[in-house]
C-alpha cells in the first residue's frame, strides 16, 4: 500500500514539472532609435531586440507618416528572411531558421528610409506571434517606438550624412522637443477663439507593455486544480483498487451442511 502511494506521489511530481517547464515562456522586446538627419537623404532605423532565449519568427507592424518617410528596403539579420508590404501600415513577416540569440541585443533588421521634406514623425510599431527556437511561443515584452528628426543642415549638426542610425546627443533630441512645446503653449493662449493647428500628422510615441502576469495566473490556477484532482482522483481509485484485488484472491466458501450430509 505504501509503495502504491509512493509511486502516485512521484507521479504527480513528475506532472507538476513537466507543467511547470511548459508554462516557463520566453520573453523578448523590441526597440527603435531617435534619428535626425536633413532632407531628401537616405537614413537607416534599426530593430533592436533584448530578452532571453533565441528569437526565431513574429510579425511587425509599424506606423509613420508617409508624407515625410518612404520606406526603401528592409535588411534582415544575416541568415534571416523579411518580406514587407506597404498599405495602411507597413507590415514585415520575418523569420530566422536557426534563430537569434537575444543575450547580445542584436538588430534584427535594419529599415531603410527616404526622407522626402523636413519634419518630425514617430515609428511606433505592434509585434504578434513570436516564436523562439523551441517552436514555442515568446512572451512580449516591451516595444518602443522610434522617431525621425528631418530639418536643414544649418539647424542640425551632422545632417548632411547620408545614413544615421540614431547616436545623437540629447541636447539636441530636446532642444526640438522643448520648441515644439513652446509652439504649443502660444497657441494655447489666444484671447479665447478656437484656432486650428496645422501641425504635421504625427503618430505617438508609445511604449506598449503586454502583460504575462494574467496568462500566469490562470495557467497556474489550471495547474493546481490539476495536481489537486489528480491527488483526490488516486487516493479514492487506488484503495479501492486493492480492495478489490484483495477480495478476488478470498477462498470459495465451504459446502453448505446439507451437502456433507448427503456425501
Not at 507521479?11 to 520566453?26: R, W
Not at 530578452?51 to 541568415?79: H, M, W
Not at 508590404?85 to 520575418?94: N, V
Request: net charge positive; proline share 4%; glycine share 8%.
Amino acid at each position: 500500500m505504501k509503495r502504491i502511494l509512493l509511486i502516485t506521489f512521484l507521479f504527480l511530481l513528475l506532472a507538476t514539472g513537466s507543467a511547470a517547464k511548459a508554462f516557463a515562456v520566453q520573453t523578448v522586446s523590441f526597440s527603435l532609435p531617435e534619428v535626425q538627419c536633413a532632407p531628401n537623404r537616405l537614413i537607416q532605423v534599426p530593430c533592436v531586440a533584448t530578452g532571453s532565449g533565441k528569437f526565431c519568427a513574429g510579425t511587425f507592424s509599424f506606423q509613420f507618416d508617409k508624407n515625410l518617410l518612404e520606406i526603401r528596403k528592409v535588411t534582415p539579420y544575416k541568415g534571416a528572411k523579411a518580406v514587407f508590404h506597404q498599405a495602411d501600415t507597413l507590415k514585415i513577416s520575418y523569420v530566422h531558421p536557426d534563430g537569434i540569440d537575444l543575450s547580445a541585443a542584436p538588430e534584427i533588421f535594419t529599415l531603410q528610409f527616404k526622407v522626402k521634406g523636413e519634419g518630425t514623425t514617430q515609428i511606433s510599431f505592434e509585434v504578434y506571434d513570436c516564436v523562439d527556437s523551441d517552436v514555442e511561443f515568446m512572451q512580449i515584452g516591451t516595444c518602443i517606438s522610434g522617431s525621425v528628426t528631418a530639418e536643414n543642415s544649418s539647424k542640425t549638426t551632422g545632417g548632411a550624412s547620408t545614413e544615421q542610425k540614431g547616436k545623437q546627443t540629447g541636447s539636441a533630441q530636446s532642444s526640438a522637443r522643448s520648441d515644439a512645446k513652446s509652439g504649443s503653449s502660444a497657441k494655447s493662449q489666444t484671447s479665447g477663439k478656437a484656432e486650428k493647428e496645422t501641425t504635421r500628422p504625427t503618430v505617438p510615441i508609445t511604449e506598449e507593455k503586454h502583460d504575462s502576469n494574467g496568462n500566469q495566473a490562470v495557467a497556474i490556477a489550471v495547474l493546481t486544480v490539476s495536481v489537486v484532482g489528480g491527488m483526490i482522483f488516486f487516493s479514492w481509485f487506488i484503495p479501492k483498487m486493492i480492495k478489490d484485488y484483495q477480495s478476488k484472491k478470498k477462498p470459495p466458501a465451504e459446502e453448505t451442511s446439507g451437502d456433507n450430509d448427503r456425501k
